[in-house]
């Protein structure tokens, strides 16, 4: 690590990415949906009062649509579902009658417009209760001479003191941020990481090949197992630093872990880097520029990352999952995910730890062996 | 005659078909400068590279200080010191970055390195560019450093592989006196060159190399000597006269 713009680089990328992550996971709410509406009672008090009521709940936006538009889209699939205000709805409540809201959906509407039709049932049922309280309030004081604007100024009041403090309220509490996206990624984010190492390993025989500096080393007194041993060690402290940064960050704030999966982790971050350090190693060896050491690595890590279960999971006795079994990224997801999401601990991951152990181990072994019989090796 | 510290027998190197270094042999004693005199190609560096451990030979050996390296690489890589033909430096490290983490490599704990560090550049006029990052710096001055390097440690016998290609005559004067310095210092040096002037001043003795095989092996003087009046000839007319063509071909 000579370049300090390079190691501040390498620090600050766990940062950013972590900001990634929060940004992403780390709201309050994870829902944001639109609601199509059609409203055919254009102008209604009714109708007007329902679209208000929606348009103020944070999560949903409101975007009104002509019914030939709104028909259009729903055949073409571009809407899965639109809610339609009839245009006899305000007429309807105002003569005392029921009034209905129509949703037409495409299949069930899909999981936003599922989530959107509850919010809106919930926001009728606030209406419904409304003309309920008033109903009743106006026939109990029928036979009575109370002006009316009194008793909707008393039923006002009260329908807020309600809403304010509801017979059965519902109480939330926030314990961080919500977590469940990110013990689903964040294994996935740190075995990319960790991985990148095979680039970096893979790339320090020859950098210093190119610069003369490997020649230069190779006449002093530091021999070559020290030196692959030195660049082993090398890459396995700045991706287990870059793991560390990672971690710690989704502790400190999404408070995934505790003090002792917090650990467990970092030891399973720090083997993994020594298996990914390890294969970029025996890249190294090989490899005669720079330019094939750095396409080697990335077509290593990027099968690898596809078939570790980072992107998607892959379903026992496939072709694919027994191919899985050879990629490293497989155990560390494994492990990261037994640990993060499933609650396990190292006991657990005996197959996991011992795969990535040994991987480092013949692979730091092997690039010793290969760079002696390679061409111009030692 | 002092001890004989390098004693090469018959060696031998091939690339693929390409014989580099056939059958070469030589000795240099204790505070010599011995000079490799030959064209680009001729196997100067291949030769260099074996004496120095980077390469093992297809035949014969090399004694350094008593230690073959073949049998005995880490004993030799301890006596001696290498110049690389091309620039072997950490461009974003600082010159005295370099030579302290080369240090380190030699085997001389923080202090030690940073001491010898601090004297080498002095010696190579580098002492106020110490802290500059050695990327800024002119091709003459990577070149001193470049021998600096070499000198860490105190090796008992030095390898310089054409240190002087390719810079202004600044600092081509200045590692000219360094040498020259260290040559009064008793140091044993085997200097790579295809430059005449540079082996007849600094040299004790020439062996002119091409092809491979070693053509003619003596003292500047003698080796002028053979074909006409030492102060009339040069070691390019001993070249042409031996080979049939110039040393720069």
Redesign the interface.
């Known amino acids: 690590m000579q370049d300090k713009a390079d190691l501040a680089f390498s620090l600050l990328l766990p940062i950013v990415i972590f900001a990634l992550m929060y940004f992403a996971f780390g709201g309050a709410s994870l829902f944001h949906g639109t609601a199509h509406v059609v409203n055919e009672d254009e102008g209604g008090a009714y109708s007007t009062v329902l679209l208000d009521q929606l348009e103020a709940i944070e999560e949903v936006d409101v975007e009104l649509l002509t019914a030939e538009d709104a028909d259009q889209k729903l055949a073409n699939s571009d809407l899965l579902m639109v809610i339609y205000i009839p245009e006899d709805f305000s007429q309807n409540l105002a003569a005392g009658e029921p009034a209905q809201l129509l949703f037409k959906q495409r299949g069930n509407g899909g999981d936003e417009g599922q989530i959107v039709a509850s919010l809106v049932r919930g926001v009728a049922e606030q209406i419904n209760l409304q003309f309920q309280v008033y109903n009743e309030v106006n026939l109990a004081l029928a036979e009575y001479d109370v002006p009316q604007e009194n008793i909707n100024i008393t039923v006002e009041q009260y329908l807020d003191q309600e809403r304010q403090s509801p017979t059965v309220a519902v109480h939330e509490e926030t314990i961080g941020s919500s977590p469940d996206p990110v013990n689903l990624f964040l294994p996935g984010v740190v075995t990319m990481f960790v991985l990148f190492a095979i680039t970096i390993s893979a790339r320090a025989i020859v950098e210093e090949r190119r610069k003369g500096t490997l020649e230069r080393l190779l006449t002093t007194r530091l021999s070559v197992g020290e030196l692959f041993f030195g660049k082993f060690l090398s890459n396995i402290s700045r991706g287990f630093v870059q793991t560390l940064i990672l971690l710690a960050l989704a502790y400190i704030v999404f408070q995934i872990f505790t003090p002792l999966t917090f650990i467990e982790c970092l030891v399973i971050a720090l083997i993994f880097a020594a298996a990914a350090s390890a294969l970029g190693m025996v890249i190294a060896a090989v490899a005669r520029s720079e330019d094939s050491a750095t396409w080697i690595a990335v077509f290593f890590t990027m099968v690898m990352v596809m078939l570790g279960g980072t992107f998607f999971e892959i379903g026992k006795g496939s072709v694919l999952y027994t191919i899985s079994q050879f990629s490293i990224n497989t155990y560390a997801n494994d492990a990261f995910k037994t640990l993060i999401a499933e609650g396990g601990s190292l006991g657990d991951l005996g197959l996991e730890l011992g795969v990535l152990a040994g991987v480092a181990v013949v692979g730091l072994i092997l690039s010793r062996i290969l760079f002696k019989v390679m061409p111009g090796g030692k | 005659m002092a001890e004989e510290f390098l004693v090469a027998t018959d060696l031998h190197k091939s690339f693929n078909e390409h014989k580099a270094v056939d059958g070469v042999s030589f000795t240099i004693h204790k505070g010599e400068i011995f000079g490799l005199l030959g064209p680009n190609g001729a196997g100067k560096t291949t030769t260099i590279?074996m004496l120095?451990?980077?390469l093992?030979p297809d035949k014969g050996d090399v004694t350094i200080g008593g230690h073959s390296i073949k049998h005995d690489a880490?004993s030799v890589?301890?006596l001696?010191g290498?110049c690389?033909q091309?620039?072997?430096?950490?461009?974003?490290?600082s010159a005295l970055d370099n030579m302290v983490f080369?240090g380190r490599?030699?085997?001389l704990d923080g202090k030690e390195a940073k001491e010898q560090a601090q004297k080498h550049l002095k010696m190579m006029g580098l002492e106020k560019r110490a802290k500059g990052r050695v990327a800024k710096f002119s091709g003459g001055m990577k070149r001193r450093i470049n021998l600096a390097?070499a000198l860490m440690g105190h090796p008992e016998l030095l390898f310089l592989d054409e240190p002087t290609v390719g810079i202004d005559p600044q600092s081509r004067n200045n590692i000219y006196e360094t040498i020259e310095g260290l040559r009064d210092g008793g140091m044993t040096i085997l200097y790579t060159t295809h430059y005449m002037e540079e082996a007849n001043r600094l040299c004790h003795r020439v062996a002119i190399i091409d092809g491979g095989k070693i053509i003619a092996l003596d003292t500047p003087h003698n080796l002028k000597k053979k074909i006409g009046p030492p102060d009339k000839v040069t070691l390019e007319d001993v070249f042409l006269k031996l080979t049939g063509r110039s040393l720069r071909d």
């Open positions: 590279r120095a451990t980077v093992e880490d890589r301890a001696i290498v690389p091309e620039l072997a430096l950490y461009e974003d490290l080369f490599m030699v085997g390097i």
